[in-house]
Nanobody, 116 residues
Framework: QVQLVESGGGLVQAGGSLRLSCAAS????????MGWYRQAPGKQRELVAS???????NYADSVKGRFTISRDNAKNTVLLEMNSLKPEDTGVYYC??????????WGQGTQVTVSS
């Protein structure tokens, strides 16, 4: 089993920045596709960004140009750099790992609140 622990969430003003990190219990780069999802109050959970084992990235249209997903190999973590934050970015952010057999693993989530 893969254990994922998110950190870095908090309260920030609109236009500010936050950096989320996801620490994995095992080496993730050769075996898993990593992603960040978020869920706003009353909304469905949505994919924010993902990074493949090959380093290819995908982003939701709403965050393109503002968010960057990356790996920190030395710390076995996946990062989400969030810039120019908007109130609509508010929600619980979850780290996800997907195996080659489509098995999903989830972190506990970290709250991001963007004030207007």
């Amino acid at each position: 089993q893969v254990q994922l622990v998110e950190s870095g969430g908090g309260l920030v003003q609109a236009g500010g920045s936050l950096r989320l990190s996801c620490a994995a219990s095992v080496n993730i780069f050769g075996r898993y596709v990593m992603g960040w999802y978020r869920q706003a109050p009353g909304k469905q959970r949505e994919l924010v960004a993902s990074i493949s084992r090959f380093g290819s990235t995908n982003y939701a249209d709403s965050v393109k140009g503002r968010f960057t997903i990356s790996r920190d190999n030395a710390k076995n973590t996946v990062l989400l750099e969030m810039n120019s934050l908007k109130p609509e970015d508010t929600g619980v952010y979850y780290c996800n790992a997907k195996s080659g057999t489509s098995m999903d693993y989830w972190g506990q989530g970290t709250q991001v609140t963007v004030s207007s």
